[in-house]
């Protein structure tokens, strides 16, 4: 790109924040843009500046930098915060005083140049956390009381706000819990009890403000609804109102997290004790044991029995707050299936707690056993059963029970307004009983939203899912077009899900008969064997993607939903089902037949899609729209629109632009103050038309002033 080049599209970009930031002050909403802690200057950045003579680590360069960065921002659009987002290191690692030291630095310098420039916002910082593990609300003492402190909430929401906030005092303060988590983010997630108790936890902490974090629209209209709601009222589900602030039970003795893996009958060098490294906990945070008082020797068994390549684990561990392992990679220090202990001595109790931490670098910690010896002895065979003198690990942890409070109230309010009253309340028991335990067939495999292998049987997996036939059974007593339609949503969203489940296991037949080939030599029987039963379970789970896709497009109605579809087709399809492909063309040192490819025909029903439905525009500017249809041949699209109280509908031509993609335009001075429209598809033998309430009820867009 030529610098001419350059120059415009940095042009084009100041013009769009200008046009949408404006917009937003418009309509009341506080905005805020801002960069990483300390500040990363771009290398093209870099090299102007030497080129200028200037050093770009010199602190009175990058302050400098900031000045110029806020400039640009009073010179381009308004604004009302500028972020300081704090490292995500510490997140989990011990953080070095050095990193502190720049970060703190670095915030001393940003406030210093947003003072020269007498810029009209205000500086706040955000993170992973509040602040450096030694002391979440550093900030608050370093700080310049106008300056708000904020984070979000670790382990992507799982985890619950912050307690540091309640150290922060007279300062804006904002709790940010995670609307949806994007490992799951092609599933649908019901928090309506997790957005009520963070809230209810924020209030008690002083917080002053919430926010949420999320990637999608109307699949997570019940967690918004919730998390607003709660930022105004909590007295009738809050069971905490009113009462003062009391310090959180310090945690109980054992671990905290974790799951199990079991690796029977693997032999492990350099250990006379398989057994205890046959069994791992991982992705856990923390063993904490009540001793007495004194002197111990700890002894952690390690063991890397999961990867075979350096770089895919890697994770520090504290004991006693001190570190012992800053970054352990056991591949690349010792190899796979293979002891490791480390020992730490002297290790002083003088509180009766002895507490083991680990700390995340890549991917989970992973421990097979503790022993504790000292004026009390602690063995514990790490996610497996008693052994010898060994005890028993504590059952893996379900989360946080505590954060799902009360929702059935809000969803019998929400279900009559989505749904009408006939079914309100049946649907808002069968809502409020999966809010926050829904399954989860989709995570972080590779990218957000990803599938992986299910060996169970579908049989049992399919129980999980007995809520969508309990909805499906309501479907026919929903009264009038509107409830049905957005009934039809959930119902198709729920569907979706249940047939992603479905896929994971079909997955799992698919890769253990491909699997199945690589031990077979000759090519023939390879070939033999791949027709009677590779071939008829990856036909099962094209039918089973078909499903995936065929209530995926029966239920999206947003770009949020439609990023869903790319995720499917960009990241989930090629790095999961692509793999396995490769490796079955290999083996059979051949193309996959044409007839195995994903079918590319949609067989829902007929669907008019609206991605992005303007309730507001700005005097002077067009409505314009995207209309996407679905399931109808050779249709006829017309916009039809009038201001109310007109008696008839002006009707306008749909110019299409590729596929089932159209495109609608109503002038500007042509559209009255207020104007009331609606999309028609006609095709043969079938009159579609979006909003399904349609022409008695159309979607109304106001102009203003």
Excluded at 467 to 474: H, I, K, N
């Amino acid at each position: 790109m030529s610098p001419e080049q350059s120059n415009r599209l940095f042009a084009a970009m100041g013009e769009v924040l200008r046009d949408a930031f404006t917009f937003a002050r418009e309509l009341g909403i506080t905005t805020t843009v801002g960069t990483e802690t300390p500040l990363t200057i771009p290398r093209a950045v870099r090299e102007r500046l030497k080129s200028l003579g200037k050093d770009p680590a010199d602190p009175a360069v990058i302050k400098e930098v900031y000045a110029g960065i806020f400039r640009r921002i009073m010179q381009t659009h308004p604004l009302d915060y500028y972020w300081l987002w704090t490292p995500e290191d510490w997140t989990w690692s011990a953080t070095k005083q050095e990193a502190v030291d720049a970060t703190i630095n670095d915030l001393r310098l940003a406030y210093e140049a947003a003072q020269a420039v007498h810029a009209p916002f205000t500086l706040a910082t955000c993170g992973w956390v509040l602040g450096p593990t030694q002391d979440r609300a550093l900030f608050d003492r370093i700080l310049p009381r106008e300056m708000p402190v904020s984070c979000i909430n670790r382990q992507v929401g799982h985890d619950p706000v912050e307690p540091g906030f309640a150290k922060v005092k007279d300062r804006p303060k904002w709790a940010i819990p995670w609307l949806e988590d994007d490992p799951a983010l092609n599933s649908p997630q019901l928090w309506v009890g997790r957005m009520r108790k963070d809230a209810a936890d924020a209030l008690a902490y002083g917080c002053t403000g919430l926010m949420g974090i999320h990637w999608r629209t109307r699949q997570l209209g019940p967690n918004v609804s919730a998390l607003a709601a709660a930022a105004w009222d909590q007295h009738g589900w809050n069971p905490t109102w009113g009462k003062p602030l009391t310090p959180p039970p310090p945690p109980p003795e054992g671990p905290e997290g974790g799951k199990y893996a079991a690796f029977p009958g693997v032999d492990f060098a350099d250990t006379e004790e398989d057994v205890i490294y046959q069994t791992v906990r991982y992705d856990v945070d923390a063993y904490r044991f009540d001793v007495p008082n004194g002197q111990y020797r700890v002894v952690l068994k390690l063991c890397e029995p999961h990867y075979s390549e350096a770089g895919k684990r890697i994770f520090g561990i504290s004991v006693q707050g001190k570190t012992i392992l800053e970054r352990l990679d056991l591949i690349a220090q010792v190899g796979k299936n293979r002891a490791f202990d480390v020992i730490a001595e002297n290790v002083t109790v003088d509180n009766g707690r002895l507490e083991i931490t680990f700390q995340r670098i890549q991917e989970f910690p992973c421990i097979a056993g503790i022993v504790i010896e000292g004026p009390a002895t602690r063995k514990i065979n790490c996610g497996g059963p008693v052994w010898k003198d060994y005890a028993a690990d504590w059952p893996p942890a379900e989360g946080h029970p505590d954060r799902h409070l009360v929702s059935e109230d809000f969803y019998l309010d929400w279900a009559s307004v989505q749904f009408g009253p006939e079914v309100a309340a049946e649907i808002a028991a069968i809502l409020a009983e999966v809010d926050g335990h829904l399954p989860r067939p989709s995570n972080w495999v590779g990218g957000p939203g990803g599938i992986q292998p299910d060996a169970r049987p579908w049989e049992q997996v399919a129980e999980e899912y007995h809520f969508v036939e309990r909805l499906e059974a309501l479907r026919d007593r929903i009264q009038g077009p509107g409830n049905l339609e957005r009934f039809d949503y959930w119902l198709n969203l729920f569907r979706y899900m249940r047939a992603n489940a479905r896929v994971n296991c079909l997955l799992a037949q698919y890769q253990t008969t491909v699997n199945r080939l690589k031990g077979i030599e000759d090519p023939a029987k390879r070939k033999a064997v791949a027709q009677e039963e590779v071939f008829p379970a990856r036909a099962q789970l094209v039918e089973g993607l078909a499903d995936v896709h065929r209530y995926l497009l029966a239920h999206v109605s947003t770009y949020g939903g439609l990023g869903n579809v790319a995720n499917w087709q960009q990241h989930v399809l090629p790095t999961t089902l692509g793999k396995i492909d490769a490796d079955l063309e290999a083996l059979l040192q051949e193309k996959l037949p044409a007839e195995s490819a994903l079918p590319k025909t949609y067989t829902g029903p007929a669907r008019i899609i609206v991605p992005s439905v303007r309730t507001l525009l700005m005097k002077g500017e067009p409505l314009r729209l995207k209309v996407i249809v679905l399931g109808v041949q050779q249709p006829r699209v017309a916009l039809y629109w009038r201001s109310p109280g007109e008696p008839q509908y002006h009707v306008l031509p749909v110019s299409h632009v590729a596929r089932g993609v159209y495109r609608a335009e109503i002038p500007s001075q042509q559209l009255p103050e207020i104007v009331e429209y609606f999309i028609e598809v006609q095709a043969a033998d079938q009159v579609i038309r979006y909003p399904a309430t349609a022409p008695q009820m159309g979607l109304t867009t106001v102009v203003l002033p």
